[in-house]
């Protein structure tokens, strides 16, 4: 026994001494030898059984890929056969808006033909519990996961009707869900138009023109995109979003890569593009995809670009199937928008977990765009307007975590309908301050005024989302989003 521990101790050592002693590279078939002379070793004298199958789905291959960065990763049989499923499937969920707030979730709209409107769902109600869990006792973050688990079998609703105070009892099955990647679309002035588009996916450029066409096609004078928190997707989809603004034979991209061959995507020769004015606006969870968009318009001065810095996810991934129904995904190539800058950020030594071994590709500063303006390299877009959320002070705070607005919404259009057009008049934002007295929330005349486009507009909001549906009243709440106004104002100047 002791002869054993004095063998391992004495091999431990000399690993050690030859790693510090910096030994020269060693090739690809010796350095599988010593892996092989580490396991046998390890077989041989461990305390206990040696479990292979983790020592190298978890350990080994996991290890070899944090040298490279953190987006490279290996797919167990249980993981990458989720991965297929996953590209296979299609969205299941129950045909609800809701308003999120820690330990709240209010419904907003309930979409026609769903189960949410089976089930007898309606704007204004509360969900208190869901399978057994409640809500008062989540932050908002937790109550985003229970929902998403939620949605992937029949689930157990505990529901307050306004204005009743019996408490409902609800089962609701998940149903495949067709949702369009343009969320919104419509004119935040006469002939300029705004689309919200999500993710780019199969579908998306598709939905991009037609809601174009629908806003006034050619004849737009002007469009804002909202690209903030879309984290990209299919890169085809980017590419033939971007030629509707580009002239023809413009480069979108490029990729590079050690062992991909260099392929530059340009403009098809036949193109027709908008020729209005365009600002798109973006922030630090716009990536990938939505960057290169934004950067091929920006390059090419087409665009303005309003927001904060984008995310910085400039990657191409493959995902290689290997033996045993495994997998791995792996980096093989960088996207470059026209000017020449990569948008993938630096990887910090956090990100890694052996230090920071991953060189960053902009090591030029001087990048210009068509007309010689510059821009930065480094990494993800950085706007040429800055724009930043709506600032949110104490008085602004308790009324968004009381969700003060929803309530009194769905109180005040109890046997009341209202139109497109609808505006609140001095006479109903009083009766609100009174009923928000009554519930402990008494701002001074001071906050009060101060706040009053913003109570104004927010009201008003959470009433048309309740009563016409979310798409109007996002139309109202754009009228305060700093964002969407600077974007606006780029594209009137």
């Not at 008003?460 to 016409?468: D, K, P, S, T």
């Amino acid at each position: 026994m002791h002869g054993v521990n004095r063998f391992i101790a004495t091999g431990l050592l000399a690993v050690a001494s030859a790693m510090s002693a910096d030994p020269p590279k060693a090739t690809d078939e010796q350095s599988m030898k010593r892996m092989v002379e580490a396991l046998r070793i390890m077989e041989t004298y461990s305390a206990e059984p040696i479990d292979t199958e983790p020592a190298f789905y978890a350990g080994a291959i996991p290890g070899l890929l944090r040298h490279l960065d953190p987006h490279s990763v290996f797919f167990d049989p249980g993981q990458y056969d989720q991965l297929k499923q996953m590209e296979t499937s299609t969205r299941k969920g129950f045909g609800t808006v809701v308003s999120i707030l820690p330990g709240r979730v209010m419904i907003l709209q309930t979409l026609p033909n769903t189960p949410s409107t089976k089930a007898g769902l309606m704007p204004g109600d509360e969900i208190l519990a869901v399978n057994n869990y409640r809500l008062d006792r989540l932050e908002g973050e937790q109550i985003i996961e229970l929902l998403n688990q939620s949605k992937q079998k029949p689930a157990r609703l505990v529901v307050r009707h306004p204005g009743n105070a019996k408490i409902a009892e609800l089962t609701l099955v998940p149903e495949e869900m067709q949702s369009s990647s343009v969320e919104r679309a419509f004119l935040l002035k006469p002939g300029i138009g705004y689309i919200r588009v999500a993710s780019f996916e199969e579908k998306t450029a598709a939905q991009v023109r037609e809601s174009i066409t629908k806003l006034g096609g050619y004849d737009l004078k002007g469009l804002v995109i909202d690209l903030r928190n879309n984290p990209g997707g299919l890169m085809t989809a980017a590419i033939q979003i971007s030629s509707y603004f580009l002239k023809s034979g413009q480069a979108v991209l490029s990729v590079h890569g050690r062992n991909v061959p260099e392929k530059i995507e340009r403009v098809p020769a036949d193109n027709k593009p908008y020729e209005f004015p365009v600002a798109i606006i973006v922030n630090g969870k716009t990536a990938s995809a939505s960057e290169i968009v934004s950067g091929a318009l920006q390059d090419h001065d087409r665009a303005t670009i309003v927001g904060e810095p984008s995310f910085g996810k400039g990657l191409v991934q493959s995902v290689f199937p290997l033996s045993e129904g495994t997998g791995l995904a792996l980096t093989t190539a960088l996207y470059y928008i026209p000017s020449g800058r990569s948008i993938q950020k630096a990887f910090k030594a956090s990100d890694f977990a052996l230090g920071d071994t991953a060189a960053h590709p902009n090591e030029r500063t001087d990048f210009k765009t068509d007309s010689g303006r510059p821009v930065p390299g480094g990494g993800g877009i950085v706007p040429d307007i800055p724009a930043f959320p709506l600032e949110m002070d104490r008085f602004r705070n308790v009324m968004e975590a009381t969700g003060s607005f929803t309530e009194y919404a769905a109180e005040f259009l109890r046997g009341r309908k209202i139109d497109t057009g609808f505006e609140l008049t001095p006479e109903i934002l009083d009766q609100f301050r009174a009923w928000l007295s009554e519930r402990q929330i008494q701002p001074s005349l001071l906050e009060w005024s101060r706040n009053s486009e913003y109570l104004n507009t927010r009201l008003l909001c959470e009433i048309y989302n309740l009563g016409l549906g979310v798409e109007k009243g996002d139309e109202i709440e754009a009228r305060i989003d700093p964002p969407i106004q600077r974007a606006l104002q780029s594209i009137l100047k």
